[in-house]
T-cell receptor, first 114, second 114 residues
Framework: GENVGLHLPTLSVQEGDNSIINCAYS??????FIWYKQESGKGPQFIID?????DKRQGQRVTVLLNKTVKHLSLQIAATQPGDSAVYFC?????????????FGEGTQLTVNP | DARVTQTPRHKVTEMGQEVTMRCQPI?????VFWYRQTMMQGLELLAY????????DSGMPKDRFSAEMPDATLATLKIQPSEPRDSAVYFC????????????FGDGTRLSIL
């Protein structure tokens, strides 16, 4: 069929619930990971990062978990609020011959219902 | 808060015209990135600079796109001649090299080529 664009994975939650957004990365040599939040009409906004020598990092209402064995990253948002509605991207930092660069996942659309 | 500033925020022009997008990175940041975001391809890296020198522009169509950093406070992305397929949102991001640091994004230039 015709490709009409990316079909973002979606997650719909009730206000006050906890949200978990998942991401699989591809390069076992990636050493640094970032979660970004993108609201409509704005650029990606940094939320939290984690280095590959860690498996968990906590921020304000957010926690990132890293499982290097299965190359999986997750973002947990506690007590989700309507203002958390956005597209969330994970990004992995890959080192190459011309320096490091970020590679972004496809994104997950989070909708918070009041 | 320090921010990456992009101008113009919106640009509509006819195919064949030259388009110039500008970016002011965060003061003190020594890496600058240009990305393109479309529904079809998601977020793609076009080019990046370290200390104003181009490090990688392999993601950029060289025949019509050019990226420069005339000084540390200005990065430009030019398209000449523009084509309808160039319609997208173009983001600039800046960061610090070394030690795994996040990139910080501007709010983008929404480009429409008619």
């Amino acid at each position: 069929g015709e490709n009409v664009g990316l079909h973002l994975p979606t997650l719909s939650v009730q206000e006050g619930d906890n949200s978990i957004i998942n991401c699989a990365y591809s390069n076992s040599a990636s050493d640094y990971f970032i979660w970004y939040k993108q609201e409509s009409g704005k650029g990606p906004q940094f939320i939290i990062d984690i280095r590959s020598n860690m498996d968990k990092r906590q921020g304000q209402r957010v926690t990132v978990l890293l499982n290097k064995t299965v190359k999986h990253l997750s973002l947990q948002i506690a007590a989700t609020q309507p203002g958390d509605s956005a597209v969330y991207f994970c990004a992995e930092n890959r080192r190459g011959t011309s320096g490091s660069r970020l590679t972004f996942g496809e994104g997950t659309q989070l909708t918070v219902n009041p | 808060d320090a921010r990456v500033t992009q101008t113009p925020r919106h640009k509509v022009t006819e195919m064949g015209q030259e388009v110039t997008m500008r970016c002011q990175p965060i003061l003190g940041h020594n890496t600058v990135f240009w990305y393109r975001q479309t529904m079809m391809q998601g977020l793609e890296l076009l080019a990046y600079f370290r200390n104003r020198a181009p490090l990688d522009d392999s993601g950029m169509p060289k025949d019509r796109f050019s990226a420069e950093m005339p000084d540390a406070t200005l990065a430009t992305l030019k398209i000449q001649p523009s084509e309808p397929r160039d319609s997208a949102v173009y983001f600039c991001a800046s960061g610090l090299v070394g030690g795994n640091q996040p990139q910080h994004f501007g709010d983008g230039t929404r480009l429409s080529i008619l």
